[in-house]
């Protein structure tokens, strides 16, 4: 049964009053944008232009590599001035569309293909969502299409929407919750027309009561098939896992998928997306994004145009407060990465950029385990982090993976807790992506 | 020529600067980081066992804190001149081996020779904790090692109790020859015994302190003095006094049962990781206790926490090893 919450977890600083209750602000790009050609799990998209071409905003610049894979639209119109590899937020470099934005904001005529909700089947619903280029908005972008193809539809019984917004600073999703209701619970109206069987739930935590009630209203009104559950306000409660067990009670583990436990989990942003694709006809081209952090002179809520610049956004924002910041995370502070230079380019999964005056990492120097068992008690995934971080460092694979390292969802508890502040998540981690990328071979 | 390529040397010097303008620092995440510290922890159990600290210098006068400062100084110093020697990392600035000094000298009789309480300090400290690593790497807790290794050494001084200034047997020692004695006394620590054990009362101020600041886990405590309770009532049934609450409660305010529960049994570094490890951790120090002052025995020593809670640190390894937590989701089966 539903517990709506878990088992560990933390309560770090939550920040977001710094930009809860600031309207959206629509923020249009002034210099060039650029578009990763891989900005979702799968395989990069394949250009559609070439240097010189002239593109229209909701123009498809790219097309999806395969099915896992997504088409990417223009979010300007203007000039293609090359496709060369850009520094994108994960700290590689990868191909990218540039466009010289000449500012007119032309589009394409996005309603020539729309259908009534109501004529359309499964399949022309889901080509619409595929044709929007949409992928999950939380940060892992994986297709959208794609999660809402299981192997076995039938055994989907739930569809769960994110709204927990765990991560410290992060109020892109509340905002949306606040502003366009009837659009979240929309996309989830459509996702659920995909699951007749399934019930649609948005999972809130109860630091947002506003939201809760206003979709609970709303949910009330209009939709049968949709419930607002209240979460317990706790870090990491949007872990897809952990999620799925506070509103079913039901657990995966990390060989498995969600649609194992017959749910669906989706991103507010994403419910938003699919609505705009399926009713309006509209690609996405945009996102919201929070700028904030102790370092911001004016903390916001964007609608930004995918494609523009972190440098843009932050200048808008008002720029920086005393001089450079310590750290510039694009995300939030506890799954986040931190980024060396600001000219990188927003994408379908950013959802926040934190700028912090001070590191407190690199204020601690990390000690030896003292045991504490600190760790331990909030790990979600009940594993033990100060033992898996121990036979990493001794390179101790096999013993790793057989004291289930790799159930461990990185969603950073164990370092924020640690005493001795030992860097127990990023050893972990590192030893993780080890035994992933030799899996693989 | 010339000129060209210093320009150009000079240009590049000047990308350089920008480059190293732009780029900062970064890290893997999480990015922020809890207000706790190893320092923080310590400086609490510190705070936690003022109350028994002042318990133990108002009943025993001087001498009592003469002992403590010794103690804790010896340990500092200890540590402080290792590390120096070996050329690691000063650990002083955490507390620990203050810990460890305050800690032994709760657990000395009063009266200990001077040169006995400085030779235990350094056993704790270079002996127990720093041969083995340093802080977080003893397998036993420094403080209970070095209290065994004088017992050991010095049987006849660690065993000479008084109270006000006369030379007396402690509670416990009377109970096993079948004396009798007042609990009320044993509760506020107005009796023979060491330094730091004799207030039940105090230790418990400190106790609630650290569950309060959540910086012991209740579950040893109350798993130990559980178990321990428990063997004690069906004793007292078996031995034909009855369910007899005046001899439990005795029992438990008696010698460094309660001190060793709160302050020594809870050692993050020598207690299991597990929360069930500590469970069974605290269960099996409860029943070693009992064992060990095995009160139907009026040979033997009355007292049996510290050796108790040695045994129990060397068999953790093996009890975190059956006791790692089953992982989320570990053998879940696929909704159909």
């Known amino acids: ?441 | 020529m010339d000129t060209g390529k210093e320009q150009s040397s000079s240009a590049l010097n000047e990308n350089k600067k920008e480059n190293e303008k732009l780029i900062r620092k970064i890290s893997s995440s999480p990015h922020v980081r809890s207000e706790d510290s190893t320092a923080g922890i310590m400086l609490d159990v510190i705070i936690g066992l003022l109350p028994a600290s002042i318990m133990g210098v108002y009943n025993f006068g001087l001498p009592a804190f003469i002992r403590i400062l010794i103690c804790i100084a010896c340990c500092a110093a200890s540590e402080w001149i290792f590390e120096l020697i070996t050329k690691r990392r000063i650990t002083v600035g955490d507390f620990s081996a203050v810990v460890t000094g305050l800690l032994l000298a709760l657990n000395l009789p009063p009266t200990l020779p001077w040169w006995q309480a400085v030779l235990g300090s350094i056993f704790a400290i270079i002996i127990v904790k720093q041969l083995f690593g340093g802080i977080g790497q003893n397998f036993m807790n420094p403080a209970l090692g070095a209290r065994c290794f004088l017992l050991l050494s010095f049987a006849q001084t660690m065993t000479h109790f008084t109270y006000d200034a006369v030379t007396t047997a402690t509670p416990l020692a009377l109970m096993k020859a079948g004396e009798p004695v007042n609990v009320l006394q044993m509760f506020l620590g107005s009796t023979a015994g060491t330094i730091g054990e004799t207030s039940t009362a105090a230790i418990l101020i400190g106790a609630a302190y650290l569950l309060i600041k959540r910086v012991i886990d209740i579950r040893i405590p109350a798993a130990y003095l559980g178990t321990f309770s428990i063997c004690i009532l069906i004793y007292a049934l078996a031995s034909g006094r009855g369910f007899d609450l005046m001899y439990l409660a005795a029992h438990l305010c008696g010698g460094g049962l309660m001190l060793g529960a709160v302050f020594m049994a809870t050692d993050y570094v020598t207690s299991p990781i597990t929360p069930v490890g500590r469970l069974i951790y605290g269960a099996l120090i409860g029943i070693l206790t009992f064992v060990l002052r095995s009160p139907w025995n009026p040979t033997t020593s009355a007292e049996g926490v510290s050796y108790s809670i040695i045994i129990a640190n060397l068999l953790v390894p093996i009890i975190e090893r059956f006791t790692m937590p089953r992982s989320f989701g570990k053998g879940a089966v696929k909704h159909e």
């Not at chain 1, 850009?86 to 569309?97: L, P, W």
């Not at chain 1, 027309?193 to 979709?215: C, H, M, T, W």
């Not at chain 1, 609970?216 to 009104?221: N, W």
């Not at chain 1, 009670?249 to 990390?254: A, D, F, L």
């Open chain 1, 1 to 441: 049964m539903a517990r709506m919450t878990f088992r560990g977890g933390i309560h770090p600083y939550e920040g977001k009053e710094l930009t809860e209750d600031k309207p959206i602000l629509d923020y249009l790009p002034k210099g060039d944008v650029v578009f990763p050609l891989s900005q979702h799990i799968g395989a990069p998209a394949k250009p559609l232009v070439k240097k010189g071409d002239s593109v229209l905003v909701g123009q498809r610049i790219a097309e999806a590599g395969g099915f896992v894979s997504a088409h990417i639209h223009s979010s300007v119109s203007g000039k293609v001035k090359c496709i060369e590899s850009r520094m994108t937020a994960g700290g590689t470099k990868v191909e990218s569309i540039v466009i010289e934005n000449d500012g007119e904001y032309q589009t394409i005529d996005f309603k020539e293909h729309v259908k009534p909700l109501d004529e359309m089947s499964r399949d022309e619903i889901l080509a619409a969502i595929q044709d929007a280029g949409i992928v999950g908005m939380g940060g892992a972008g994986f297709p959208t299409h794609v999660k809402l193809s299981p192997k076995n539809p039938d055994s989907i019984d739930h569809i769960i929407v994110n709204g927990s917004e765990c991560e410290p600073y992060l109020t892109s999703d509340y905002r949306r919750m606040m502003e366009e209701p009837d659009k979240v619970l929309g996309g989830l109206a459509i996702v659920l027309k995909l699951f007749p069987q399934a019930k649609g739930i948005v999972a809130i935590e109860d630091n947002k009561p506003k939201a809760i009630k206003l979709l609970r209203e709303k949910a009330a009104s209009s939709y049968t098939n949709i419930t607002v559950n209240k979460m317990k306000t706790k870090y990491p409660e949007g872990a897809e896992r952990q999620l799925i067990y506070a509103n079913t009670g039901r657990y995966i583990n990390s060989s498995m998928l969600p649609a194992d436990a017959g749910c669906i989990v989706h991103n507010i942003d994403t419910m938003v997306a699919i609505y705009d694709a399926v009713v309006e006809g509209i690609p996405l081209f945009t996102r919201i994004v929070t700028v904030t952090g102790d370092a911001i002179v004016n903390p916001q809520n964007y609608r930004v145009r995918l494609g523009t610049s972190f440098q843009e956004l932050i200048e808008e924002a008002g720029g920086y407060k005393n001089g450079e910041p310590a750290k510039i995370i694009a995300g939030g502070p506890m799954m986040g990465k931190a980024i060396f230079t600001t000219d990188i380019p927003l994408v379908k999964g950013s959802s926040a950029i934190l700028c912090m005056q001070e590191d407190e990492v690199a204020a601690c120097e990390p000690g030896n385990c003292i045991r504490c068992g600190r760790c331990v008690s909030v790990c979600p995934g009940r594993v033990v982090p100060a033992k898996l971080a121990d036979l990493a460092e001794r390179g101790k694979i096999d013993e790793f993976v057989a004291n289930d390292g790799m159930e461990c969802c990185e969603c950073g508890c164990c370092s924020y807790v640690c005493p001795a502040k030992r860097h127990l998540t990023q050893t972990i981690s590192a030893t993780r992506k080890a035994v992933l990328a030799s899996r693989k071979k």
